[in-house]
């Protein structure tokens, strides 16, 4: 039998030599290699049971909208708009932060930079910031920060419904920190802690969520199959507060003017989902290569949606994408999103590695979206 033991970055290969490395290396090498053992019989059954029990859950399309802090719901990154959001087992690198926080773990880069932009809805723009850079060869480290600016947005109230001639400008911001790890040579973990924020006006409302993910390659032994699960959005719920909630009230029959009352806003849960998908990637000759990839996305507070993308790459620098979103049991209600295009340019420069990509989103009732995003890795 042949074993492979990783120790201080070493590989050991043979059976005398990983008897060597566990004896030199103590407790901790036979530990390591029986938890590596462990986890790699494991964790494929789990993904195996969470993949067929899925799809049997139903999201809460009766409660559709009354989910709080829905920005974390906005996608990011031009490359996974493009094939739709279909991205859950091949996302990677820093641009897999937000579609599941194992993919940070596969990047061949020491330190990863991401900016992004999206023309939203109704004039919105979604700005998104990410960086990420191997921590102490534990593992890969990274932050984001998304962004919603609204602009200014006229102040209305019950007794000036028509507005009071003054503005103000939400402030929506998402920001987050995530660790990711290979266990092994196939399996990816990782995790992310967000930190929500909203104000407006008088108002505000801060929360904190949890992601995390595992993401598999080679599954079955097929070069080029992935498979990834994440569960996205985990966390204590929303609930605002502030000045913009104290109101006066009276009491009649009573000598004594009316005094304030505060209003108790309600708590919210946030929008958390089940998200699973497959990839499978075919080399179809030395120039060019050929990508689908599908996701089952189950959410707690909207219909579950379907998401099927492919990308074709030339030469590895040139890739154009398709995809198309979909929802499920929308009882007579309209799904506002659909088709999904986009192209991407790889190049090198010195010992930088530049991505541009560029997505557009076909949106009903709005404009598209736009999205473009720039990723530039060094070793």
Not at 156 to 163: A, F, H, L, M
Request: aromatic share 10%.
């Amino acid at each position: 039998m042949k074993v492979i033991f990783r120790y201080n970055k070493r590989v050991v290969q043979g059976p005398m030599r990983a008897r060597e490395a566990l004896t030199s290396g103590g407790g901790f090498g036979r530990r390591h290699i029986r938890c590596r053992g462990l986890f790699t019989r494991i964790i494929p059954a789990l993904l195996l049971v969470m993949f067929t029990v899925t799809p049997l859950l139903a999201g809460r399309g009766d409660k559709s909208g009354t989910a709080a802090a829905t920005e974390l719901l906005i996608p990011v990154g031009a490359a996974q708009i493009g094939i739709a959001g279909a991205a859950i087992a091949n996302a990677t690198g820093v641009e897999g932060i937000y579609w599941n926080p194992a993919g940070l773990a596969r990047t061949p880069f020491g330190s990863m930079v991401m900016v992004s932009h999206m023309s939203y809805l109704a004039g919105v723009n979604v700005e998104y910031a990410a960086a990420a850079t191997d921590f102490f060869g534990l593992g890969q480290l990274g932050i984001s920060m998304k962004s919603l600016l609204f602009g200014d947005i006229p102040v209305t109230t019950e007794d000036q419904p028509d507005g009071t001639g003054e503005t103000t400008s939400p402030t929506y911001l998402v920001v987050g920190g995530t660790f990711a790890r290979r266990i092994s040579e196939r399996i990816s973990m990782g995790i992310t802690a967000n930190i929500i924020y909203e104000k407006m006006a008088k108002v505000s409302a801060s929360d904190v969520s949890f992601s995390a993910g595992v993401q598999y390659e080679g599954l079955g032994g097929i070069d080029g199959l992935e498979f990834g699960v994440a569960l996205k959005n985990i966390g204590p719920g929303l609930r605002y507060d502030g000045d913009g909630l104290l109101r006066t009230g009276s009491i009649s029959d009573a000598l004594r003017p009316g005094s304030p009352v505060k209003i108790e806003a309600a708590t919210n849960d946030l929008p958390s989902s089940i998200d699973v998908g497959l990839s499978y990637a075919m080399v179809l000759d030395e120039a060019n290569s050929l990508r689908t990839s599908m996701s089952f996305i189950n959410n707690n507070y909207s219909e579950d949606e379907y998401r099927l993308g492919g990308e074709y790459t030339y030469r590895n620098s040139f890739i154009v994408r398709g995809g198309y979103d979909f929802a499920s049991d929308l009882q007579g209600r309209d799904y506002i999103y659909g088709a999904t295009f986009g192209a991407g340019f790889r190049t090198t420069v010195y010992d930088f590695k530049l991505n541009i990509d560029y997505a557009y989103r076909f949106v009903n009732y709005f404009s598209g979206n736009h999205i473009l995003t720039l990723v530039l890795g060094v070793r």
